[in-house]
């Protein structure tokens, strides 16, 4: 059977996907980023026009691209007619379908769980389902989280989200590809996804927990499982119901030396973009370390307070436009200004630095002399393996929590490096004396021969 292409537009660093679905002529959009310069291209790259632009939900993790997509392209908007947005859409619900081309419909399919009015999107071909948009519905080998719209809420989500992948599972194919827009990496799951790219509706059943468990396991189990999501997803919601407008990404105006020294003084957040292992050879003191190549937009969005003035710094204009580009997808519109180069184009002082280390080195510290390890991972995988005596303080934790940290000789893990590098440059922008541990925990934590406690 001919399908129809479906172009999927990748957001590692917030967990996500888009797509887009086209007949060769004409294309619909399902969960556009607000950067939809990415969507354009890829319609102009096949050669068709967008006609319309679908939302499973009112997102939490991102502002959504649909209305100003929409609004760039003359598309239809469709959103369910059960959300309270506060501009025009085509309102749209259970059970209707809409005609994109002669030869590709799409199906709407009420999914409640991750909100309530989540809506997921089979589109057909010539009569035929052959994929279903899921949205943070039924993901890979996993479900959208059910917490995120309130404690009160979280329960009877939870049993909603079970309800909603099971008619999935019923009424679509064993064919049908599962195309979600959360679960690869995103904050919006709960479960594992076990690492996958692609799945059928065949194939969760198979894996899937909400497929193969009871209710009453299943809900439990997800229930247990939900941890800390992103301060910023408060903000998230409230936006895409007001209708974000378009994303501006004009660069920001460059910072000298002395503007970066005066706004370390009066407190702003300068932010450095470079790898950890540049920013621990040399830095501007004071300043905090989130790299864009990690999950940047997540954890600068998850720690700056908000209304904060940012700086960012970075090795090249190139790196400085992604770290806006991904910064508008979250809100964050204003940035004071940014400096491109190296640290020492940056301050007239001497720059900091700090040690980078392995697990098996911090094996062979702990003989000489006494180290305090802080561990800056999810309550989650803390509660799965920690080394013994470590002090444990979430990374999204630590700026309200820093009377705890304690003095002396710190090493600073995390799963990877990357939060622990975060972590790092916010207590070494306080004067605490410490090490970065630079490794993959899971991988090399037991060989190194340190002290492990499980769950």
């Known amino acids: 059977m001919d399908i129809p292409w479906i172009i999927s537009i990748e957001t590692p660093s917030l967990g996500d996907r888009s797509y887009l679905a086209h007949d060769g002529q004409v294309a619909a959009v399902v969960d556009p980023q607000r950067d939809i310069d990415r969507v354009l291209d890829a319609?102009?790259?096949?050669?068709?026009?967008?006609?319309?632009?679908?939302?499973?939900?009112?997102?939490?993790?991102?502002?959504?691209?649909?209305?100003?997509?929409?609004?760039?392209?003359?598309?239809?908007?469709?959103?369910?007619?059960?959300?309270a947005v506060s501009f025009a859409r085509t309102p749209i619900g259970d059970g209707d379908v809409i005609d994109v081309t002669p030869s590709m419909s799409i199906g709407v399919i009420a999914t409640?769980?991750?909100?309530?009015?989540?809506?997921?999107?089979?589109?057909?071909?010539?009569?035929?389902?052959?994929?279903?948009f899921t949205g943070g519905s039924l993901l890979f080998g996993a479900a959208g989280r059910p917490d995120l719209l309130g404690q009160e809420h979280t329960t009877a989500l939870a049993r909603h989200q079970f309800s909603s992948v099971r008619r999935l599972a019923k009424e679509l194919p064993a064919t049908v590809d599962v195309l979600p827009t959360h679960g690869f990496g995103s904050f919006c799951s709960v479960g594992s996804t076990g690492g996958a790219t692609a799945s059928t509706v065949g194939r969760e059943r198979e894996v899937n927990p909400a497929l193969t468990s009871t209710e009453s396991d299943w809900v439990a189990e997800t229930l247990a499982g939900l941890d800390a999501w992103p301060a910023y997803y408060v903000h998230m919601q409230p936006g895409n119901q007001a209708g974000p407008?378009?994303?501006?990404?004009?660069?920001?105006?460059?910072?000298?030396?002395?503007?970066?020294?005066r706004r370390l003084?009066?407190?702003?957040?300068?932010?450095?973009?470079?790898?950890?292992?540049?920013?621990?050879?040399?830095?501007?003191?004071?300043?905090?370390?989130?790299?864009?190549?990690?999950?940047?937009?997540?954890?600068?969005?998850?720690?700056?307070?908000?209304?904060?003035p940012l700086?960012?710094?970075?090795?090249?204009?190139?790196?400085?436009?992604?770290?806006?580009?991904?910064?508008?997808?979250?809100?964050?519109?204003?940035?004071?200004?940014?400096?491109?180069?190296?640290?020492?184009?940056?301050?007239?002082?001497?720059?900091?630095?700090?040690?980078r280390a392995a697990l098996a080195d911090l094996a062979q510290v702990r003989h000489h002399r006494p180290v305090t390890v802080l561990d800056v991972r999810r309550d989650d995988e803390y509660a799965a393996s920690h080394l013994q005596d470590a002090v444990h303080i979430p990374i999204h934790e630590v700026l309200v929590r820093l009377d705890e940290v304690p003095q002396g000789e710190l090493w600073v893990h995390c799963g990877s490096g990357?939060?622990?590098?975060?972590?790092?440059?916010?207590?070494?922008?306080?004067?605490?004396?410490?090490?970065?541990?630079d490794d993959d925990y899971d991988q090399h934590a037991v060989d190194a021969g340190l002290p492990i406690v499980t769950n």
């Open 43 to 83: 319609a102009a790259g096949a050669g068709v026009r967008i006609t319309h632009v679908f939302e499973t939900h009112i997102h939490n993790d991102y502002l959504t691209g649909g209305l100003a997509l929409a609004q760039a392209t003359g598309a239809a908007y469709h959103v369910n007619r059960e959300d």
């Open 112 to 132: 409640p769980g991750h909100t309530f009015t989540h809506l997921s999107y089979a589109p057909r071909w010539q009569g035929e389902p052959v994929a279903v």
């Open 245 to 261: 407008p378009a994303a501006n990404l004009t660069p920001p105006k460059e910072a000298d030396r002395d503007t970066l020294a």
């Open 265 to 308: 003084t009066d407190g702003e957040w300068i932010v450095d973009l470079r790898s950890r292992a540049a920013f621990a050879d040399g830095h501007v003191r004071g300043t905090f370390n989130i790299g864009i190549d990690g999950q940047f937009a997540t954890y600068l969005g998850w720690l700056i307070p908000l209304g904060t």
């Open 311 to 355: 700086t960012l710094l970075g090795d090249s204009p190139e790196q400085l436009a992604e770290a806006q580009r991904e910064l508008v997808r979250i809100g964050v519109d204003r940035l004071e200004g940014a400096a491109t180069g190296s640290p020492h184009d940056w301050t007239h002082e001497p720059l900091g630095s700090h040690p």
């Open 418 to 437: 990357y939060r622990a590098s975060i972590v790092a440059s916010l207590l070494a922008a306080r004067a605490h004396h410490l090490v970065l541990v």
